[in-house]
C-alpha cells in the first residue's frame, strides 16, 4: 500500500508540472506582452521596458518558466522586494504577493467547502440510503422526483432567491457574510448558513441519486444474498455489507467534489460576495492579473490531485479486497 501512495504521490507530480508548464506557456506566450497588461493602457515605453527587466519578461520564455519554478520552491527576488518560497510572483492588479494572498482568501474557501460538505453529505447520503430501503414505495418516488428537480436548479438563481426570502421578506438569516471562526464562531456559522445550504442543494441530489443506485446494486450482489439466506436481520445486511460496499463510488466522487471546492467554488462564493478563491479567480480574469490566475489554477489543481490521493488510501479501510489487490500491484 505504502509503494502505491508513493508511486501515486510521484505521478501527481509530474501532473502538476505539466499542468504548470500548459499553463504558464498558455498565459505567458499567448499574450503579446504581458508587461502591458501590467503597465496599463497609458504606460509610456521607458516604463513599459523598466516592468519588462523587473518582471523578467525579457528572457527566454523557457527561462522565465525555470526561474517561475525555482520561485515556488526556494523564493526570488523582484524590484519591488524579496518574494519568499513558495512563490509565485507578484499581482498585477495590487501588487501583492499572491500566495499571501491566496492564504488570506483560503479560510472563506475551506469553512464554505467544509460546512457544504457536510451537509450535503448527511443529506445526500441519508436520503439515498431512505430511497433505496423503501425502493419502489412512495419515499422512494418522491425522493427521485427531489433530486432531479433540484439537480436541474442553479446556483446563481437559487442563491438570490434564498436571499430575497430568507432575508428581507421573512428576516431569518442575516446577510450572508464571512466572519472568521477565531472572531465569532455563531457569526461565522450564521453567516455561512445560507451559503451551505445553496451550495449543497445540488450536491445532494447527486448524491441521492448515487447512493440510492450503488445500494440497490450492493443489495443484489452475492454476499448480500448469502447474508440475508443465513437468517442475518435485514438491518444488519444492510448498514453492514451493502452500504460499506456502495461506499467505494460515493468516496471517489466526493473526493474530486471537495477537491474542487477547496480550489474555489466560483459560482458560490460570487453569488454570495465572499472573498474567497473562486471570487478571487474571477476577479483575477476580470483584470487578466496573470500571475493571480495561475497561482489559483495551480492551487486548485493541487487540490484535487491531494484529495484523489487520499481517497486511494481511504479505499483500503472501506474494502480490503482494494488494499490487497493494491498490495499486489507495488510488488
Known sequence: MLRF?????????????????????LFYA?????????CGKTCDPESLEIIRRNLGLDKPLTEQYWTYMVGIFAGRDFAVGPCPAPCFGYS?????????????RLP?????????AVVFLVLGLGAGMLAAWRRGGLVDKLLSSMSLVFSSLQIYFVGPLAIALLVYQL?????????????????????????WFVL????????????????????????????????????????RYAWRGSLIPIVTIFGIDL???????????????????????????LNTDLPMLMGVMLFAATMIILFNILVD?????IDPRVRLSREEFGR
Open 108 to 116: 472563506t474557501t475551506v469553512s464554505l467547502a467544509l460546512g457544504g
Open 313 to 317: 488510501a481511504v479505499y483500503a479501510f
Open 30 to 38: 499567448i499574450p503579446r506582452d504581458p508587461a502591458l497588461l501590467h
Open 171 to 195: 428576516e431569518l438569516f442575516r446577510q450572508p457574510e464571512y466572519v472568521p471562526i477565531t472572531s465569532s464562531p455563531v457569526d461565522w456559522f450564521v453567516g455561512l448558513l445560507i451559503p
Open 92 to 104: 498585477f492588479a495590487s501588487n501583492e504577493p499572491v500566495w499571501g494572498t491566496i492564504v488570506d
Open 200 to 239: 449543497s442543494l445540488i450536491f445532494t441530489a447527486q448524491y441521492t441519486r448515487m447512493s440510492r443506485s450503488t445500494l440497490i446494486e450492493q443489495l443484489g450482489e452475492d454476499h448480500v444474498r448469502a447474508a440475508r439466506a443465513k437468517g442475518m436481520p435485514g438491518r444488519t445486511v444492510f448498514f
Open 5 to 25: 501512495l508513493v508511486r501515486r504521490t510521484l505521478g501527481a507530480f509530474v501532473i502538476l508540472l505539466i499542468i504548470s508548464a500548459c499553463t504558464f506557456f
Open 259 to 285: 477537491g474542487a471546492l477547496f480550489g474555489g467554488a466560483m459560482v458560490t462564493e460570487f453569488t454570495f460576495t465572499l472573498p474567497g478563491l473562486g471570487r478571487l479567480a474571477v476577479e483575477s480574469v
